[in-house]
């Protein structure tokens, strides 16, 4: 499944990268359908471009991240990398992971609105990762997974190690850490790796409908509920209510909050502004 349905590509995109808007959702559609959408260095910088541009436009109240093909994404092109590995030379890992990786997963993870990773077909190693990074995964019937990085002899970075025993609990992150079995869709759904599997057929309607409800709700609400989610899994209980706290004192002073009490005393949908 490509991004075709889920609207017209903006202009200047670049040709590695599909940024398109839907409404008050923006579309990021990894666009390397013959390489299952392997990231190469162009490919990564154009999108830790566009995840931040994203995150700064008020106007942007959702971002969904999918791929074009048959593939979400296979994570890190290491036909870029072949070069150095054929003279014997290991690639500063360090530097690569701190210049794309780590900002590109922690903008999905904490940019103030909802992030959702659309996966439709395969995701495997550091593409597994971005999607762990989203708030939310819809996945196609068609989608498998796979961390791959033990069949390379590497651990998985890109901020796996932190997500998936969080997603899935530490027995079954070492699963499917260490064993490398492919994951199919139903097996991710049971496993709490997504949150949602529609047939291929029908994938598009759905995950598109399902973005353009999260870019139609109260967004400095849902921008609180998700910093108080991932803080408070480093807190205890009491620091929890407090954070709360705070955060319901600032959303209930929000025009979104009035409209959508206003809302349900006259028995309609509420209309949410994002303010």
């Known amino acids: 499944m490509s991004a075709e349905g889920f609207g017209e590509p903006r202009g200047g995109a670049p040709t590695n990268l599909n940024v398109r808007r839907e409404g008050a959702a923006t579309w990021i559609t990894i666009d390397r359908p013959d390489a299952l959408n392997a990231l190469d260095g162009p490919t990564k910088q154009s999108l830790l471009e566009a995840l931040g541009e994203a995150a700064r436009d008020p106007a942007v109240r959702a971002v969904a991240l999918t791929g074009s093909g048959r593939a979400f994404c296979v ?36 940019m103030p609105k909802p992030t959702v990773a659309v996966v439709n077909g395969v995701a ?29 002899a590497l651990v998985p970075d890109a901020g796996s190690t932190w997500h998936l025993p969080r997603l899935v609990g530490l027995s079954r992150a070492m699963e499917i850490a260490l064993l490398g079995d492919w994951v199919d869709a139903d097996q991710a759904l049971a496993f709490g790796l ?51 706290a705070e955060a319901q004192v600032a959303s209930g002073h929000t025009k979104d909050h009035l409209e959508g009490v206003t809302a349900f005393l006259e028995k309609r949908p509420p209309t949410f502004q994002g303010a």
């Open 194 to 244: 997504v949150n949602r599997v529609w047939p291929a057929d029908e994938f598009a309607g759905e995950a598109a409908a399902a973005v353009a409800a999260l870019a139609a709700g109260p967004t400095l609400a849902f921008a609180r509920t998700k910093a108080l989610l991932r803080d408070h899994l480093r807190v205890g209980l009491a620091g929890a209510l407090a954070g709360e």
């Open 124 to 152: 495997a190693g550091a593409g597994v990762s971005l999607a762990l990074a989203c708030d939310l995964r819809l996945a196609s019937s068609a989608a498998r997974w796979r961390l791959a990085f033990s069949g390379i």
């Open 75 to 110: 994570g890190q092109d290491l036909r870029e990398l072949e070069r150095g590995y054929r003279e014997g030379r290991t690639p500063d890992f360090a530097a690569e992971l701190e210049r794309h990786y780590a900002p590109i997963c922690r903008l999905l993870a904490e």
